[in-house]
């Protein structure tokens, strides 16, 4: 089991920054990809960001490119979604989730945190 917790979520303004913090416990991660998901209200869970442990390569969705930032810190266990230029579309809940090497679906995650609310105002 992987046990995963969000933190770092709030209310901000248009144009502002907001890092999301996901601290993992549980079980060695060297084998696994961390990612980051959405959901708004009325709409589905959708990808945000994944990066794979053991080599950091990271992935985006196209709506969030240039803009937001995943990474990982071994020796805290901790995955981070740093946001920047934020824009009302942004805001939903965010969840990070653990699965297999490579992962980018949410079918493909077997671990999932309780999710963080991010607001954005215009």
């Known amino acids: 089991q992987v046990q995963l917790v969000e933190s770092g979520g709030g209310l901000v303004q248009a144009g502002g920054s907001l890092r999301l913090s996901c601290a993992a416990s549980g079980r060695t991660l060297s084998s696994y990809s961390m990612g980051w998901f959405r959901q708004a209200p009325g709409k589905e869970r959708e990808f945000v960001a994944a990066?794979?442990?053991?080599?950091?390569?990271?992935y985006y969705a196209d709506s969030v490119k240039g803009r937001f930032t995943i990474s990982r810190d071994n020796a805290k266990n901790t995955v981070y979604l740093q946001m920047n230029s934020l824009k009302p579309e942004d805001t939903a809940v965010y969840c990070c989730a653990a699965g297999p090497y490579g992962s980018l679906t949410k079918d493909e995650y077997h671990f999932w945190g309780q999710g963080t609310q991010v607001t954005v105002s215009s």
């Open positions: 990066v794979t442990w053991s080599s950091g390569t990271t």
